[in-house]
């Protein structure tokens, strides 16, 4: 029997398709998700304020996504509409991460069998629980695999260098502050500049906050919250600097400034 010109084995189909959609995956800048004092935190670089990779999906679920948005977000908003359903026609306790996180991997992982290209995404759907052990983080890639993760996860862009900075800060029961300060210095290069805090986006699943858990930090709440987790060195350097201006002489005027060459 001879084998038609071009075929391909499926063992070397899938491996394409897990490569072209790892590929697109780490393109993507990096999202961080972790357990703090009183819930689960999510941070990500997004200089975009309209297409969001961070969503509520229920009362206390929220989801995190990287790689291409068209396609996160079709995922998202079919969990919103399965949500809606089932806490419609039986009960909102109904309604789990754990329930969200085997649809996701049904739908991802009948794209990859099926489709010629995969969806080039990863996603996790967190669930905040009355305690920090009842908390759950579910960890989906675009083949459908599913990863119950504990503490911290990291995915998109570089996501092993940032999991082992995030690991390095990263300890149970942090404040708020501390988490975030942990979370930024983990999606921070060496040597590199940090995000300002316009081009961030961070959220938290906070269990003390009534019926819906899921809540934006911007403004100056992210402003205080970034403050707050500033390293005391770091602040007190930003001090020194601010008496050490206030003690220089005044200025001369500007026409008497030998400002130099540019180049």
């Known amino acids: 029997m001879s084998i038609p010109f071009g075929y391909v084995s499926p063992e070397q189909q899938m491996r394409d398709k897990a490569d072209y959609a790892r590929k697109g995956i780490a393109r993507g800048r990096s999202v961080v998700v972790l357990?703090?004092?009183h819930g689960i935190l999510f941070v990500a670089p997004n200089p975009s304020r309209a297409l969001h990779k961070i969503s509520e999906i229920y009362d206390k679920?929220?989801?995190?996504?990287?790689?291409?948005?068209?396609?996160?977000?079709a995922l998202r908003l079919g969990g919103i509409r399965y949500a809606d359903i089932n806490g419609y026609n039986y009960a909102r306790d109904d309604v789990t991460a754990r329930g969200l996180a085997n649809l996701y991997a049904q739908n991802l992982g009948q794209i990859f069998t099926e489709s010629p290209k995969p969806f080039e995404v990863e996603i996790v759907v967190a669930e905040v629980g009355d305690s920090a052990e009842e908390d759950h983080i579910y960890r989906l890639t675009f083949d459908g695999s599913v990863f119950d993760e504990t503490g911290l996860v990291?995915?998109?862009?570089?996501?092993?260098?940032?999991?082992?900075?995030?690991?390095?800060?990263?300890?149970?029961?942090?404040?708020?502050?501390?988490?975030?300060?942990?979370?930024l210095f983990a999606l921070t290069e060496p040597g590199g500049e940090?995000?300002?805090?316009?081009?961030?986006?961070?959220?938290?699943?906070?269990?003390?906050?009534?019926?819906?858990?899921?809540?934006?930090?911007?403004?100056?709440?992210?402003?205080?919250a970034l403050a707050e987790g500033r390293p005391q060195d770091a602040a007190s350097e930003a001090e020194a600097g601010t008496a050490q201006a206030s003690d220089l002489p005044p200025t001369a005027p500007e026409g008497d400034i030998d400002t130099g060459s540019n180049g």
């Open 194 to 224: 940090r995000p300002p805090a316009g081009q961030l986006e961070v959220a938290v699943l906070d269990r003390n906050r009534p019926h819906r858990k899921f809540l934006r930090l911007n403004g100056p709440r992210l402003e205080q």
């Open 154 to 183: 990291a995915m998109g862009g570089q996501a092993e260098a940032v999991a082992g900075r995030l690991k390095e800060r990263y300890r149970e029961g942090m404040p708020l502050a501390e988490a975030l300060e942990a979370a």
């Open 35 to 37: 357990q703090y004092e």
């Open 61 to 73: 679920i929220g989801f995190a996504a990287v790689g291409r948005y068209n396609e996160f977000e």
